[in-house]
């Protein structure tokens, strides 16, 4: 079993930054493909970003392109999602997600694609 605890979330302004954390234990994040999502009042599920297991292919969705920038640290057993330029409308519940695969050049976008979720965190930014 892998249990994902996720950190970093608040409230922030917007053009304000945040870095959130995904600490896991259990099996290293090294042999995982990583998924963000996030998910806002009234709205779907969206994919913020995607990472395969070997860092060589990554997606982001087009309203975190050049914003948002996910990265891990196999070292400390931890993925992060860094947050640039914040705007309102990202305003959401983030939640990380891994995935087992063999695959290194693959990464996923489906929340069925996901095994194992953290408990999310609260994204708040104020205009």
């Known amino acids: 079993q892998v249990q994902l605890v996720e950190s970093g979330g608040g409230l922030v302004q917007a053009g304000g930054s945040l870095r959130l954390s995904c600490a896991a234990s259990?099996?290293?994040?090294?042999?995982?493909?990583v998924g963000w999502f996030r998910q806002a009042p009234g709205k779907e599920r969206e994919c913020v970003a995607a990472?395969?297991?070997?860092?060589?292919?990554?997606y982001y969705a087009d309203p975190a392109k050049g914003r948002f920038t996910s990265s891990r640290d196999n070292a400390k057993n931890t993925v992060d999602l860094q947050m640039n330029s914040l705007k309102p409308e990202d305003t959401a519940v983030y939640y990380c997600?891994?995935?087992?695969?063999?695959?290194?050049?693959?990464?996923?976008?489906?929340?069925?694609?996901?095994?194992?979720w953290g408990q999310g965190t609260q994204v708040t930014v104020s205009s």
């Open positions: 259990g099996r290293t994040f090294s042999t995982y493909a």
């Open positions: 990472i395969s297991r070997d860092n060589e292919l990554t």
């Open positions: 997600a891994v995935r087992s695969t063999f695959f290194m050049n693959t990464y996923y976008r489906t929340s069925d694609d996901y095994y194992y």
